[in-house]
């Protein structure tokens, strides 16, 4: 019904830069708030990022002033940028989605996740 598609993840060196994009199709209304998560082997799923529909963003401490959340309403579409990686931003990443579907209902949706791995 909803699917969330994540891309642009890889292996990079430390101090390098990746771009995630993620982008959601189906039977979409509306897509209220986005959101990356991570997830790093043994722990526990996290917040990275999130981004409202009108543009209001909160960040995770440990990525301020390193990765930069965005949205593109009309293409449902949300991206991170990573910039200054270090191997503890190793991890799987997810794309979440507020998504109210043109039948009425209202949930989360995920994608499938991306694997990001930092070089020491």
């Known amino acids: 019904q909803v699917q969330l598609v994540e891309s642009g993840g890889g292996l990079v060196q430390a101090g390098g830069s990746l771009r995630l994009s993620c982008v959601a199709s189906?039977?979409?209304?509306?897509?209220?708030?986005m959101a990356w998560y991570r997830q790093a082997p043994g722990k526990q799923r996290e917040l990275v990022a999130a981004?409202?529909?009108?543009?209001?963003?909160n960040y995770a401490d440990s990525v301020k002033g390193r990765f930069t959340i965005s949205r593109d309403n009309a293409k449902n579409a949300v991206y991170l940028q990573m910039n200054s990686l270090k191997p503890e931003d190793t991890a799987v990443y997810y794309c979440?989605?507020?998504?109210?579907?043109?039948?009425?209902?209202?949930?989360?949706?995920w994608g499938q996740g991306t694997q990001v791995t930092v070089s020491s």
């Open positions: 189906g039977s979409i209304f509306r897509i209220n708030d």
């Open positions: 979440n989605g507020a998504v109210l579907t043109t039948t009425g209902l209202f949930g989360g949706y």
């Open positions: 981004i409202t529909s009108g543009g209001s963003i």
